[in-house]
């Protein structure tokens, strides 16, 4: 009897263990809102943290793409990118421009959980998984860097359009320049690190679903609607659920809660941040001798969503605070909450290759942080 005690005991704490190393991003974003929770107490203002929209829109694309995933939709899509780009370097340029588009239509985020399966799709489908970290990580790039030409392509860009009311000409004029040369640089990575292999695999014809494909594309573009807040965003939470409950109750179990947690610990962690004294009077400090330069730096510690809210209180240069929350997404792992996804994306497939990764996405990431700010200094 003890002995049965023991093994439970023991496999109780394996999987833990295991859940923990799956989603150890979560927990280290947990870890840091209890810790700010002690200088900042909960109070009536925790509930002004979250951007409820952004979780609610993370949960139906997340959610839908799931259903995609389970009609093999992406794997079909997968092999007609095959069959148009017969290498692998015409491959991932095709992937990673896909995922820069569509950060300027439905937000970064968006864009990622969207492609980042595409990506691993054809890779694997074509035997080329080296290429998965790097293929990963300029797709994760291309969306952080894409999504800043248009107001709704980041959500710090939503936030200080609004804040500021820059109008829509001046905005995609200040963010023009950054945008071109990060298509440029990253055209250039590959074109420079990826060979043009002949890919060569056996074609094997999957048939869709009809009704099934129709009906997960029609609950995607839905989604799309209310990230552009045509219509609410609570409507999402209503009619997707609703509909895979009766089409595909499986999507909805294989949603990455986790990631969802991940997100709120860190809207706890960036509110309590913005509301600590020496914090604030540090970046106002800062602010004053360089907007452009410090915005970007502020992004590697609290993100750039956080920082773009914060800094705006302390700031009337809008230019350079646009610019600088956008170049700031590239440098560490938490300078952009989307590069959470790329790292859960990739860490699911490869998790053995975690180190691998995290080096060879801080040598991209912030050569690229070097380049613009640099270019960015020089021009402006």
């Known amino acids: 009897m003890a002995t049965k005690v023991l093994w439970y005991h023991h496999t109780f704490i394996n999987r833990i263990y295991a859940f923990i190393k799956k989603n150890i991003v979560m927990f280290i974003a947990l870890i840091a809102a209890l810790a700010t929770a002690i200088a900042v107490p909960p109070d009536e203002q925790y509930a002004d943290y979250f951007d409820f929209k952004t ?22 899509l997968a092999q007609k990118i095959i069959v148009c780009f017969c290498n692998t370097r015409s491959s991932i ?14 937000a970064n985020d968006m864009a990622l ?95 869709l679903p009809i009704k099934k494909t129709i009906l997960y594309l029609l609950l995607f573009a839905f989604s799309i609607i209310i990230v552009f807040r045509f219509i609410p965003y609570w409507t999402g939470l209503i009619v997707i659920p609703l509909c895979l409950l009766f089409a ?15 997100f709120v610990f860190f809207f706890i962690f960036s509110g309590n941040m913005a509301r600590i004294g020496f914090v ?21 510690c609290i993100s750039n969503v956080p920082s773009a809210i914060l800094l705006s209180q302390f700031t009337d240069n809008y230019s350079d605070l646009l610019i600088g929350v956008n ?10 909450l989307a590069s959470l996804i790329t790292y859960r994306e990739y860490t699911k497939h490869q998790p053995e290759k975690t180190g691998y990764y995290l080096k060879l996405f801080s040598i991209f990431n912030f050569d690229f942080l070097f380049i613009l700010l640099t270019v960015m200094f020089i021009v402006r």
């Open 55 to 76: 979780l609610t829109c993370l949960f139906c694309v997340l959610a839908v793409v799931c259903a995609l995933k389970n009609i093999r939709f992406f794997y079909t």
């Open 113 to 207: 959980i969207t492609f980042l399966p595409l990506g691993y799709f054809v890779l694997t489908t074509a035997k080329k998984e080296k290429y998965m970290a790097f293929t990963f990580i300029m797709q994760n790039i291309a969306a952080n860097l894409g999504g800043m030409l248009t107001p709704f392509g980041n959500p710090q860009n939503l936030y200080l359009y609004t804040k500021f009311g820059i109008p829509t000409g001046e905005f995609m004029q200040i963010m023009l320049l950054p945008f071109l040369l990060s298509v440029t640089i990253i055209t250039l990575c590959c074109v420079i690190f990826v060979k043009p292999e002949r890919i060569i695999v056996s074609h094997k014809e999957i048939k």
């Open 280 to 300: 604030r009077n540090s970046l106002s400090f800062l602010l004053n001798k360089s907007t452009l330069l410090f915005s970007a730096l502020s992004c590697q």
């Open 93 to 106: 340029i095709a992937l990673v421009y896909i995922t820069f588009i569509g950060s300027m239509l439905i």
């Open 248 to 262: 595909d109750k499986s999507a909805l179990k294989k949603v990455d809660y986790p990631l969802l947690l991940t």
């Open 327 to 336: 170049i700031g997404g590239t440098g560490t792992l938490i300078a952009s």
